[in-house]
């Protein structure tokens, strides 16, 4: 199996010199700055697949207005005072 593969890729003249203002700043190779932002996409779209499920189940189970107030009493009287001066 192969470990990497090189590809050719075409983008817009400003989005080139704009990757490569970005990526000479921060002292990366291209490889680098295209493998760490597929990794960003990557994460920022399971981070948006969780908030969906989040979502999903909240509105599936909606928090009861009651408990989240008694919830919220109990949690003032154990935490301790702040002083906020």
């Given at each position: 199996?192969r470990?990497?593969?090189k ?6 003249w400003k ?5 490569e ?7 990366v190779t291209?490889?680098a700055f ?6 960003a996409?990557k994460?920022?779209r399971?981070?948006?697949s969780?908030?969906?499920s ?7 189970t ?6 989240a ?9 154990i935490l301790p005072?702040?002083d906020?001066t």
């Amino acid at each position: 199996m192969r470990k990497s593969i090189k590809f050719t890729v075409s983008i817009p003249w400003k989005e080139y010199e704009e990757m490569e203002s970005v990526r000479k700043k921060a002292g990366v190779t291209r490889s680098a700055f295209i493998l760490e932002t597929l990794s960003a996409w990557k994460a920022a779209r399971r981070r948006e697949s969780a908030i969906r499920s989040y979502i999903a189940g909240y509105r599936g189970t909606p928090e009861d207005p009651a408990l989240a107030e008694a919830l919220a009493l109990a949690a003032a009287e154990i935490l301790p005072a702040e002083d906020w001066t």
